[in-house]
């Protein structure tokens, strides 16, 4: 087992930062919407944006990871995420936040098939298990710990 954590400790290290700050931020959005009283027909599309980039960087994210490797392409989708989530700062229109979330969403779709397949990659059949375990660990862990920094705002 120590062997496992050794070799996977990189991706899960990522997948518990990049999940603290994500969990964190959809959280924080939900709450800004609520204190600045956006109407209920604005709420929807936003939330179902993100959730749109998520499932069309599904299908359309393998090729960028097939053609850069895993360290580019993590590093692309990465930059991508963290300055969607930037953009947010620059206005309070949730209009505008809808592609920034879109973007969010084709981000975190990439972010996770390339954490989930370098841990595939690391794994041999017998350890697969174990290994997809400690990431669906590390995965829950950052969701809830996530969830108490929003008493420090």
Partial sequence: MKEIIKRTISPLSALLIIMLGLTYFNTFVTLR?????????????????????????????????????????????????????????????????????FTAGLGCAGLFIVIESWLLLLSTPSTRGKVLSLYMIALYTAQSVSQFFLNSV
């Fill in 33 to 101: 919407i609520s204190l600045e009283g956006y109407n209920s027909l604005i709420i929807g599309p936003l939330y179902a944006s993100y959730y749109a980039g998520m499932m069309i960087g599904a299908f359309y994210m393998e090729n960028i990871i097939k053609m850069t490797g895993h360290i580019r392409a993590f590093s692309l989708f990465a930059s991508i995420t963290a300055l969607s989530i930037i953009f947010h700062s620059f206005t309070n229109s949730p209009y505008l936040w809808i592609p920034f979330r």
